[in-house]
């Protein structure tokens, strides 16, 4: 009998042997597409190719997440091929399939399908659906116990066209483990003043909420990063210091670091370094943190000039967008106050203008100071909080100055129009007294509406004109208050010249250029500037990326608007603001000189920020100019013209001679010919290593009439 147990446990012992428990099943790897083509996976359309890609496509932003080399990637040629790519039959052996998905957010047209008996079982798809979004893969399963033995196939399916109209699929396998999902919400006392987070430039883009008092006080989108950080967004907490507050966040990887991560401080992390980094403008404004596009609200009220801006305070790329604020006294030194203006229920916040309310037309002043009132775009659709809600226009007043808002209870004013009907400029129109609102609708249509109280408005008119980012003001001509004509514009900074009866635009011109540069765009001016002063500033988005930099995007240089007779005909000019003098440093300047060949008379100056101002006399040169830290600024005498970098623009002497005023800062020499009769920012991230001027002089001597040089200050010193 002893014998017959022993035999007995030495048998069981060695089935254990033989037949592993559940646990210790290896995963059963069905495809990982790391080679040259698909094998026996049956491919339809052209969506797939000829075989796995090698990671990102022509055209396409960076993928990422994916394993080893290869991967499915149907965005093959672009978003508008299609297609299917099958697997070869296999036995469901284990109780979970596993696999790599990024890509589109569009079930039944984009996704990967797990067939048994010809139907779809199991579906899946990536999770980007609106513009920006991320190419990076994760992590998903299908429990597939319930489908123990049966014969499937995987199917990949692309039917979509247009946007995020591909997915990506790497690394399938059977496994007895599921994909396990990190925390998803994190609770804490708000005791600092910033909650610092972490972001992965390229991580997949999930929903982050803030919650207090049972209220998301703040909802966006973040690619959080799983383990080591690219640079850490901020959130200003303040507000709610002492509340119990609850984050919480779409799920994430195993063993993400993400939430656990996110800390609280009196500082923002990395701060030590903030306006010192190596790409940081020294004279030109860029956000602390994430990324900025247009400039918004720009208005003026009691010694302060307030910007807003397009901002993603929580990424380096588009999208999540806020408004952004700073204040200035002079138009060179900013601070940045907190976001004026947050996503909500309507959607992201879009761009738009401000006003003050001189005269409580709306009837939200409650105490000494006047509404400053912002009108701005709820974007509907682009947001995760909206549920495809339209365009819309909203309002946002404070009566403290621009340090607090409230968004109006009656929001949206101004209902869907039609198209993307967006960025609405709303001035004060004295002769009617009334509010005016220029607005784009579509199809390069700006329309007309007037109201009394900013928030019932009634439309008057349409002009086919500008794509969006519409603006309306008066000026002078060459200073005559008594001639005074309109300008409207668009994104680009073209413009019409005209009249304007408070309803109706009529142009006395077509379309004009404005500047010849590189990065200028969605620029707007100051509403409210006080009478004593008089100028129509304006501020533009610079588009300069900064690789590796916590923020990303730049404003141009404030310039000062005029309207002069040319020979041509009536024409903008634009010439930096007279405040650029509070950052001047060394003076070099020189005098009726002639410039010959092989001479620099720039020679042994060197740094990293420039104020110039030069008066030319072109004589027997063939062409003449500078070398800024290797970047040439070159005029040619026989064609008459201005170039930089590509660009180029038609500069003809007057009363024999060419004047030039340039701006150098660390990513952008911005250009002004003959007292802004051309403009032409560039943007150009200049080389540390060389800070070197030179004056040149080609084929011919040049006459140098007057050379007057400044070394710039940094703005943040």
Same mark, same amino acid.
């Given at each position: ?45 052209? =969506? ?30 672009? #978003?508008?091929?299609? +297609? ?44 980007? #659906? ?7 893969? #994760? ?62 430039? +390229? ?117 999540? $967008? ?7 006294? #002079? ?30 037309? =709306? ?32 309002? =946002? ?50 329309? %007309? ?55 109706? %635009? ?19 001016? %100051? ?21 590796? $930099?916590? %923020? ?67 004589? +027997? ?97």
């Amino acid at each position: 009998m002893k014998k017959l147990l022993i035999c007995f446990f030495l048998g069981l012992s060695g089935c254990i042997a033989v037949q592993p428990t559940t646990r210790e099943r290896k995963d059963i790897l069905i495809a990982d597409f790391e080679g040259e083509t698909y094998g026996e996976w049956k491919v339809t359309g052209e =969506a797939f190719g000829a075989g796995p890609a090698e990671g990102t496509l022509p055209d396409q932003m960076q993928v990422s997440g994916f394993e080893g080399k290869g991967l499915v990637n149907t965005y093959f040629n672009g #978003d508008d091929t299609t +297609g299917t790519l099958t697997s070869p039959e296999f036995e469901i052996q284990r109780k979970y399939i596993n696999f790599l998905i990024g890509g589109g957010q569009y079930p039944g047209e984009a996704c990967i399908n797990l067939l048994s008996d010809g139907k779809v079982v199991r579906t899946a798809t990536g999770p980007n #659906d609106r513009p920006g979004g991320s190419e990076q893969l #994760d992590w998903s399963s299908w429990d597939v116990s319930n489908l123990a033995g049966k014969m499937a196939q995987i199917q990949i399916v692309d039917q979509r066209t247009g946007g995020w109209g591909h997915i990506n699929i790497d690394h399938i396998v059977q496994s007895d483990k599921g994909i396990e999902e990190g925390e998803t919400s994190r609770e804490m006392v708000f005791e600092k003043r910033y909650l610092n987070l972490p972001v992965k430039n +390229g991580a997949r883009k999930r929903i982050m909420k803030v919650i207090v008092d049972g209220q998301a006080v703040r909802e966006f989108e973040i690619e959080l990063a799983d383990d080591e950080a690219d640079f850490w967004a901020f959130m200003d907490i303040s507000r709610f210091k002492g509340k119990k507050a609850t984050i919480e966040v779409d799920p994430v990887g195993r063993g993400s670091k993400g939430l656990i991560a996110i800390v609280q401080a009196d500082s923002i992390e990395g701060g030590e370094d903030l306006y010192k980094e190596k790409l940081r403008p020294q004279f030109h404004f860029s956000s602390r943190r994430g990324w900025n596009n247009d400039s918004n609200g720009l208005v003026f009220y009691k010694g302060e000039y307030h910007l807003f801006y397009q901002h993603n305070p929580y990424g380096w790329n588009w999208g999540n $967008m806020h408004w952004g604020h700073a204040v200035s006294k #002079d138009l060179v030194h900013w601070k940045e106050l907190d976001d004026a203006i947050c996503p909500d229920e309507l959607g992201t916040i879009f761009s738009g203008s401000a006003v003050v309310d001189e005269r409580n037309t =709306a009837g939200f002043q409650t105490g000494s100071e006047k509404p400053i009132v912002c009108i701005y775009t709820s974007a509907g659709g682009t947001s995760a909080m909206s549920k495809g809600q339209p365009f819309t226009q909203s309002i =946002a007043y404070s009566n403290d100055r621009g340090r607090t808002w409230t968004k109006c209870e009656g929001n949206p004013v101004v209902g869907h129009i039609r198209g993307g009907n967006r960025d609405p400029k709303v001035i004060w129109h004295e002769p009617t007294g009334q509010w005016v609102m220029v607005l784009y609708i579509e199809d390069s249509v700006m329309t %007309f509406l007037t109201s009394k109280d900013l928030k019932s408005w009634e439309r008057q008119s349409d002009i086919k004109s500008y794509h969006e980012c519409p603006e309306l003001f008066e000026l002078p001509v060459d200073g005559d208050k008594s001639n005074m004509r309109w300008i409207l514009y668009g994104g680009s900074g073209d413009y019409l010249i005209g009249q304007f009866d408070g309803k109706e %635009f009529k142009k006395q011109t077509e379309s004009i250029s404005f500047q010849r540069g590189n990065c200028f765009y969605a620029s707007q001016t %100051f509403n409210n500037i006080p009478e004593g002063d008089g100028r129509r500033i304006q501020i533009a988005w610079g588009r300069v990326a900064m690789p590796g $930099m916590p %923020f990303n995007q730049q404003m141009l240089f404030p310039v000062e608007l005029t309207l002069r007779t040319t020979d041509e005909g009536i024409r903008m000019f634009a010439e930096p603001v007279r405040e650029i003098e509070t950052i001047h440093g060394e003076r070099h300047t020189w005098k009726a000189k002639s410039l010959r060949p092989g001479g620099n008379l720039l020679s042994g100056i060197e740094g990293e920020l420039f104020h110039i101002r030069a008066e030319f006399r072109p004589a +027997g040169a063939a062409d003449f100019g500078f070398v800024i830290r290797g970047e040439p600024v070159v005029y040619n005498v026989e064609k008459k013209e201005i170039s930089c970098k590509g660009k180029s623009a038609e500069l003809r002497p007057m009363n024999g001679k060419i004047r030039l005023e340039i701006l150098v800062d660390r990513t952008s020499i911005e250009l002004f010919g003959n007292d802004g009769r051309v403009y032409m920012p560039i943007g150009t991230i200049l080389p540390d290593d060389n800070r070197t001027l030179e004056l040149f002089s080609n084929d011919g001597s040049t006459g140098i009439e007057s050379l007057e040089l400044y070394e710039l200050r940094s703005a943040w010193k």
